[in-house]
């Protein structure tokens, strides 16, 4: 057997004994260690948890059929016995299982481990993240694994640590064996060591397994795996195969009843390292290894070995259901896997893993052809709800369309109208305005026919939220009126908060006091009656009409309790359209690389819906063209996509300025962009919006565009209109705005000029510096100030922004794939900004270009 020891990790064991040390001393931190799948990334730890003379709390998540959810927080409870870590989540009570789970790591001085996160239910994604935004004054490392090979993985990966603040999580990119310590290695055991490299390319768990094989090299790990197995006799062989269909783990008392007659033979397997002993269950040493033996498996031979272990799991309470519901698929029992799928989803619905729910939702529909339609309306309704809160809207309203026909059939017309007034709801929030509108009007037209109840009082609050963003005043208040007269008759305070939000928010531009004073009531009523999401809506809402005010102050207010609000509950949806309208702000305030961060950061939530990432779309689109970044195009292209079928006020006023701006930019105007401004023109005019139809009348103005209908516009436009420009810049100074204020700048005497360009370069606006230096050549100026490049000259190392950009991306252990996608780049782009860092900081690998990065704390 040999006897492995860690070769080349000492640098990564002082990196976690640092983070240990300073954990200790109440400085909590997270660390994710990442690496190819038999990298070594448990082996790693179990050598550092020896060392560190500290609790140890070491947790998994498991490759189930769909994942347990809070899997680890079980596996917690196991070794500490600890009945917190046992706790089942309470109705709209999470939040408060996640702070009594911290204060037990906290009472300890734990380090907490959660290995394979790449295969975490969403719940366990949502309490790495909560115990990571609170762990600073912890005394607590909490140390997550995770494969780096897979794309979809790494986006959920990214979602979940990227919201937990910079300075406490470290990342560890764990990388293979070189080759001269793997030539150590195989001389030690008499092999060719370049052989050994060339087949295991240094992955650790290869390496040994290589090495294993005797005398005779195997061509393959898998070969190697499976020689040693075919050399045990066949009752070890029988129980090897049973641990084989148990992911991660088996517990003894089950491999036991399992197969009596053949565990004693278990031994030999241990014996050989294929098989690790535990206090109380077996797991082979690798995943590796449990799918090499698994894949040998006959399908007859896999179905009634599962059979045998279903039989034995269901007598046995602690088992969880989606354990349960993992063989029960495997060994084809439709029954039981419709009797368990729903209750499992249930499960992981109250514990916040949305997906997994879904998923178990969609298995119960996949052996439901047994039963009647409105048991299966149910359940589609169920899978509905679920797939709408994970983003995935086409399927949300394709479940609840054929619900919608089940109810149908059924005469179930309280709930056809309610499923009406759902798809409506969730055709919004895809973006079809239009198909939104119809069905809205389709659920008023059913449930009006009924008695009064909270379905119509909702389907009335529906059509009063699709006229506020609308921006009707009218229609939304009369629909709101309508909706609180059969709320309050019923006692439904959730259904009154939600009618003064639409009220309040529809009323901005017609009477700002009553929309002040309505959104303050929605407020009230929501926090006194404990109505998370009521409360997050009303913060999103409500710092979006100061903002839309040009009331920075009180929407940096709203803004930041709204994000409190929703980080402290886990409410991701809100939080994210929260954040794009925070990077909104800080683009208006001058604040650009603090909005660019945060709208990428938002732009890249795996579960945010089209709708939810516009404020970041748009903000990001602003910044790049103003910088004269080569990739706007795209991020335009992505606003324009939201327009086809329905064109709001807020979105399109919005979506038409930054087209204009650039084309002006750019220098490119036809037709098309003329009509389309005039159309913005009309709209804004309507509903009474004069700041966005203040920006459009100026770009239409420096485009050239006439006869645009006359337009109520805010005070700083005017002062342009009438030429003030020196009293206009002032105007822009004191809101804020230094970006209007240097293009007001730009319009001045040449110092005046001056004063602007320096502001844009101040700004990053290069681009924009660009074409004004370029239109002051043409007009005959000599005294043009040259660009200074700010950031590049303060760089000790030449580097752009764009390339420091990467360069924190190349630290995180980003591919340039991946860095691609994060900044919305092709790859061959990313590969040019490598290309030039390594040439500016003379170093020839990413790595030594971190590493130098680090020494001189440009990263």
Known sequence: MVVMKLYERETLIDILNERLGNARRGLGHVVCLSGDAGAGKTALLRHFVEAA????????????????????????????????????????????????????????????????????????????????????????????????????????????????????????????????????????????????????????????????????????????????????????????????????????????????????GIGRAVMAGLIVAGDVDYAFRHEIARRAVESTLPADTRREINRKALSVLRKEPRVSISHLVHHAKAAGDVAYVGELAPLAAAAASLAGAHREAAQHYGTALSVAGDLDAQQRARLLEKHAFELHLIGKLEEAIAAYETALELNRIDGDRLTEGDNLRWISRIHYLSGNRVLADQYGQDALAILEADEPGAELAMAYSNLGQLSMLEDDATATLRWSQKTIAIAKRLGRNDIISHALNNSGAAQRWTDKTAARGSLDRSLQIALENDLPDHVARNYTNRAYVEIQWLEHANAHRFLEAGLTYCTERDLETWRTYIHGCQAQLLLREGRWDEAAAIAQEEILAVEASPMLRFPAVSALARIRLRRGDPDVADLIAMLASYMVTGNEPPRFLLYVSICAEHAWVSGSVDGKLADLINQAARLASKTGDIWSAGELWFWAQKLGIKDLPELPIAMPYQLIAAGHWTKAAAAWSELHCPYDRALVLMSGDEAAQHQGLACLNDLGAKAVADRFRRSLRQQGSRSIPRGPHSATRSNPSGLTRRQMTVLGLLAEGLSNSDIGQRLFVSTKTVDHHVSAILAKLEVRTRGQAVALAQTKDLI
């Not at 990119?173 to 793997?182: E, I």
């Not at 070969?223 to 066949?234: G, I, K, T, Y």
């Open 53 to 264: 003379q500290s609790r140890v709390l070491w947790g998994a998540c498991e490759d189930l059929s769909t994942p347990e959810a809070l899997g680890p927080l079980s596996d917690w409870a196991r070794e500490s016995q600890l009945p917190v870590f046992a706790a089942t989540p309470q109705p709209g009570h999470r939040i408060e299982l996640f702070s009594d789970v911290l204060q037990a790591l906290s009472e300890d001085k734990i380090i907490a481990i959660i290995e394979d996160l790449h295969w975490a239910d969403g719940a366990t994604l949502d309490l790495v993240r909560f115990l990571g935004r609170r762990i600073a004054n912890k005394p607590v490392l909490l140390i997550v694994t995770a494969r780096n090979e897979d794309s979809s993985a790494r986006a959920r990966l990214r979602t979940a640590l990227g919201q937990i603040p910079t300075e406490q999580k470290t990342y560890i990119d764990l990388p293979n064996l070189s080759a001269a310590a793997v030539e150590t290695l195989a001389k030690n055991a008499g092999m060719d060591g370049n052989k050994v490299y060339q087949l295991s390319s240094g992955n650790a768990f290869f390496v040994t397994e290589l090495l294993r094989g005797g005398d005779a090299l195997p061509a393959t790990v898998r070969e190697a795996v499976l020689a040693r197995f075919d050399r045990f006799p066949v009752p070890c062989q029988r129980v090897v195969q049973t641990i084989a269909v148990f992911p991660r783990r088996a517990e003894i008392w089950a491999i036991q009843q399992i197969c009596p007659e053949d565990f004693d």
